[in-house]
Antibody, heavy 119, light 112 residues
Framework: QVQLKESGPGLVQPSETLSLTCTVS????????VSWVRQPSGKGPEWMGR???????AYNSALKSRLSISRDTSKNQVFLKMNSLQTDDTGTYYC?????????????WGQGTLVTVSS | DIVMTQGVLPNPVPSGESASITCRSS???????????LNWFLQRPGQSPQLLTY???TRASGVSDRFSGSGSGTYFTLKISRVRAEDAGVYYC?????????FGSGTKLEIK
């Protein structure tokens, strides 16, 4: 079955770089795109960006200068790197996949990983 | 960016009654293929969002037919018939018509 799982450090220092990994199973990264979504506690989700099935990427313009998404298809992993973290980057980070290869019907989600930005 | 504005529910909603959640977009979500690119999600406390409907009115697999999405190009409604305790949580609309994909701020549903 389709599964996604996020992993990474729970605590990041201000001004440092966040590195997260989304490990997927049950499907191929060369057939489906994977997006990253984050959610501050008590607030609505924010779409951050996506890795397309063909290796192309798309980013939220609000984060584009700080964000990079990459992948390793041999390991079934998608990576997120975001630099210059501040306290308002604190929240739960999810990876998610659509129903269709090119689709944005986000039917499959990881459990999320909580990231706290604090000194 | 397309702004998604969600309405507020008169909580709590009695079990067995209906609830309608509204969402408005700042731009039409109808694409040239005729589809309306709007998703609805339910997020229960401590859980990841769950897709309820996509393309405005298509129910996701396994979602109860008590949930129905409708609307126009910029005004949308998610109707929940015969609400049950398990329907409690925060509902989000999301536009996937253009980048950046954006969510509403959420509508909380409490059940009495």
């Amino acid at each position: 079955q389709v599964q996604l799982k996020e992993s990474g450090p729970g605590l990041v220092q201000p001004s440092e770089t966040l590195s997260l990994t989304c490990t997927v199973s049950g499907f191929s990264l060369t057939s489906y795109s994977v997006s990253w979504v984050r959610q501050p506690s008590g607030k609505g989700p924010e779409w951050m960006g996506r890795m397309w099935y063909d290796g192309d990427t798309a980013y939220n313009s609000a984060l584009k200068s700080r964000l990079s998404i990459s992948r390793d298809t041999s390991k079934n992993q998608v990576f997120l790197k975001m630099n210059s973290l501040q306290t308002d980057d604190t929240g739960t980070y999810y990876c998610t996949r659509g129903l269709l290869g090119t689709g944005s019907q986000f039917a499959y989600w990881g459990q999320g990983t909580l990231v706290t930005v604090s000194s | 960016d397309i702004v998604m504005t969600q309405g507020v529910l008169p909580n709590p909603v009695p079990s067995g009654e209906s609830a309608s959640i509204t969402c408005r977009s700042s731009k039409s979500l109808v694409y040239k293929d005729g589809k309306t690119y709007l998703n609805w999600f339910l997020q229960r406390p401590g859980q990841s969002p769950q897709l309820l409907t996509y393309w405005m009115s298509t129910r996701a697999s396994g979602v109860s037919d008590r949930f129905s999405g409708s609307g126009s190009g910029t005004y949308f409604t998610l109707k929940i018939s015969r609400v049950r305790a398990e329907d409690a949580g925060v509902y989000y609309c999301q536009q996937v018509r253009e980048y950046p994909l954006t969510f509403g701020s959420g509508t909380k549903l409490e059940i009495k």
